[in-house]
């Protein structure tokens, strides 16, 4: 029997296939000069107004999804005016406002391109009545619906346009495939654009605050006393495992801490890195839940090989630190914060409150990162033990201490692979286990099953065919909260597919490309494996030291390959160069696309090389960007992205490139050195 996984995305896509299908019912515009063509697109005499469905956070989506609706409308871009609305989950259904899982192109690709495109249909209907002319001589083009000489702007026909429960999307496209600028660019590039942190209130106070550093720790004394005596400090309240502390501004808030030389008890669990990896090793011997079970393993005969991978606790530690800010009254509740769940955010802060929704509104912004850090609603909960001790609005800020020590950290792994090899070198069978923390158990409480769908992303729907597969998942939990972090199975389980793969190309002395091309069917796994190898130069002689790697993934509804040249010297790893190739399905932006392979890479690169956080009596050891490092500028490697052409529909792009670059780098140090990579970060 095997036990059904469920994953965040698949709830998403599932929300995608729904919204996808919907048939909104037949709107006509007023007269006070709005044309809704469904929840959170409006025609008016002006332009459109874009409500985001999804959070911006870097990675485009301002601009992508302006492009769908600027192309069904026939209006230029810079006629999209785009807003963030408040955290509203009726508003939205089905589409939800969470943006995670790479399934923001692909969760309203469709659905807004049809409500366009009803927008489009029903002015155009409009105008055609009012010439008497058939409607298919006419066309909405600038804003304008044109036939022949005869012109009316959509500002003219809002009141008397009627949508139809159906329109085709255009087929000649003259903005979706075109490299575009994003449109929020130059806002943040003057310091116009306002983020979660910059928000202020007249007669706001600011805070921060200090958690146990020890996972289930409590607080055990403070001065009081030399706190309050700091310049500038108003209040301290008391929690359980934290101390807030308010003041005129951020400053005197941390020396405030600082005075009150608070001191923390340790908690019945104390997490510590090496108990934490013997059992996740322990329980690679456990037999696991079944994740998939397709043929039998105990019915090959050959030669059997094995590997055992590890992959550490990793922070997000995006720009913008986590900040809250939040005034409690009688009347209700109103929070100021940037959200990849605003929604989410919104009911978790009304529940806390014990108030109903309506009195709750959650203003979202803008985010200097999320990578899945903002999936979690805790910074917004912690806000809320702040603000209802307080008359006052009040803004929470997170230190980047604060912030990295106590994170919901993407998960460590244990992964085993082992595979019988034919006479040719090529697997028959293939057995993985995986044992980790699971996210998705936390989230679902009692309906867990045991396989988390996330976790086993990558693993059971590999781009390599092997008669015997099977895919186990065991659950394993410290004291260590865990999460998201820019995709957890896909990105986890290429390291190890990839790895592994590349072991036994060279165990069958193959040439790793051949190798892997002669195990793939899908023909579009094969084309972006294929392009990023030439473009690479994938054969060519290499100077000492340096070597060539490879990984290819097909998740997310994208299919990537990476190739990394690599350095070795002197104990250190550098990635030189990566070529990357990639079929996203249609490519909406291509220079948006770029960017997020420029991204994904040296957010993989960083994790590669210096990512790791590890757990010492109860704590986390690292704190910051010195010693949770970034790739610097002068280690930035050149990349070159090549964009396949297709028809298909969009995949996801937030995750795809971070996952493969890693596995490729790996490659690329046995390559250049000789020794196999089977833990992270990469230590020579």
């Known amino acids: 029997m095997i036990d059904g996984g469920i994953s965040r995305r698949g709830v998403l896509q599932g929300a995608a296939a729904v919204g996808a299908a919907l048939v909104v019912p037949v709107a006509r515009g007023s007269a006070g000069g709005a044309l809704a063509a469904n929840a959170y697109i409006s025609v008016t005499a002006s332009g459109v107004e874009l409500a985001l469905p999804k959070t911006e956070m870097g990675q485009g989506v301002i601009t992508s999804l302006s492009m769908l609706v600027a192309e069904e409308l026939g209006v230029a871009l810079n006629k999209v005016r785009v807003s963030i609305p408040d955290g509203d989950a009726p508003r939205f259904a089905p589409i939800t406002q969470e943006t995670g899982g790479s399934t923001s192109i692909r969760e309203v690709y469709k659905p807004m391109r ?13 105008a055609a009545r009012q010439w008497g002319v058939p409607p298919g001589q006419c066309d909405l083009v600038d804003g304008v619906v044109v036939a022949g000489k005869r012109r009316l702007a959509m500002g003219d026909l809002i009141a008397s346009a009627v949508l139809p429960r159906e329109a085709p999307m255009r087929q000649n496209l003259r903005l979706i495939g075109r490299p575009t600028p994003r449109i929020d660019a130059r806002p943040k590039i003057t310091g116009a654009m306002q983020f979660g942190i910059d928000f202020r209130l007249p007669g706001m106070k600011v805070a921060t605050l200090a958690q146990c550093p020890i996972y289930g720790g409590t607080l055990a004394g403070l001065d009081e006393k030399a706190a309050l005596a700091t310049p500038g400090v108003v209040k301290l309240v008391k929690g359980r495992d934290v101390v807030f502390v308010v ?81 409690v009254t009688e009347k209700g509740c109103e929070i100021w914060s940037g959200s990849q769940v605003p929604a989410q955010a919104r009911a978790d802060a009304a529940k806390a409150l014990g108030m109903g929704e309506d009195k709750v509104t959650f203003h979202n912004f803008q985010m200097g990162g999320g990578f899945g ?59 993985h286990r995986i044992a980790g923390s699971s996210i998705m158990a936390r989230l679902m409480g009692d309906g867990f099953k045991g396989v988390d769908g996330d976790a086993i992303e990558g693993a ?147 994790a590669a090389l210096y990512g790791e956080i590890t757990m010492k009596d109860g704590a986390a050891q690292q704190s910051n960007y010195h010693d949770f490092r970034i790739l610097r500028m002068n280690e930035a490697p050149r990349i070159a992205t090549h964009i396949i052409a297709s028809q298909a529909d969009p995949g996801g792009m937030g995750e795809p490139p971070c996952a493969v670059v890693a596995p490729a780098l790996a490659n690329a140090v046995f390559a250049a050195s000789g020794q196999r990579m089977r833990k992270l970060p990469l230590v020579v």
């Open 114 to 126: 049809q409500a366009a495109a009803r927008a489009r249909v029903g002015l155009i209907e409009a």
């Open 460 to 606: 059971v729907e590999m781009p390599y065919a092997v008669a015997a597969h099977h895919v186990t998942f065991q659950q394993v939990e410290s004291a260590v909260p865990t999460s998201w972090w820019r995709g957890v199975g896909g990105l986890r389980s290429c390291f190890v597919v990839e790895s592994f793969i590349d072991e036994l190309a060279h165990g069958a002395g193959a040439d790793p490309l051949a190798y892997r091309l002669a195990l793939m069917e899908d023909a579009r796994s094969r084309a972006v494996l294929s392009r990023a190898a030439k473009e690479a130069g994938w054969g060519r002689p290499m100077p000492k030291g340096q070597g060539m790697g490879m990984a290819v993934l097909k998740l997310w509804g994208t299919h990537i390959a990476a190739v990394v040249e690599a350095k070795v010297a002197e104990g250190q790893i550098s990635a030189v160069r990566v070529t990357i190739a990639v079929d996203c399905g249609l490519a909406i932006n291509p220079l948006g696309i770029e960017a997020q392979v420029e991204s994904g890479v040296i957010f993989g690169l960083s």
């Open 247 to 327: 003041a005129d501004h951020y400053w005197a808030a941390l020396q405030g801490y600082v005075a009150a030389n608070v001191q923390w008890a340790p908690g019945p669990k104390m997490a510590d890195q090496g108990a934490i990896v013997a059992d996740l090793d322990a329980a690679l011997a456990q037999p696991g839940h079944s994740a998939k079970a397709q043929g039998d393993l105990n019915a090959a005969r050959g030669r059997e090989f094995s590997a055992t991978y590890h992959q550490p606790f990793l922070a997000h530690a995006a720009m913008e630190p986590l900040a809250c800010t939040i005034h």
């Open 373 to 431: 850090r903002r999936l979690e609603t805790d910074m917004v909960l912690r806000a809320v033990e702040l603000g209802r001790a307080v008359p006052y609005p009040v803004k929470l800020v997170w230190s980047r201490e604060e912030d990295v020590q106590h994170d919901m950290f993407r998960p460590a792994y244990a992964d085993r692979i082992s595979a019988v090899i034919d006479d040719k070198g090529r697997p028959i069978a293939w057995e």
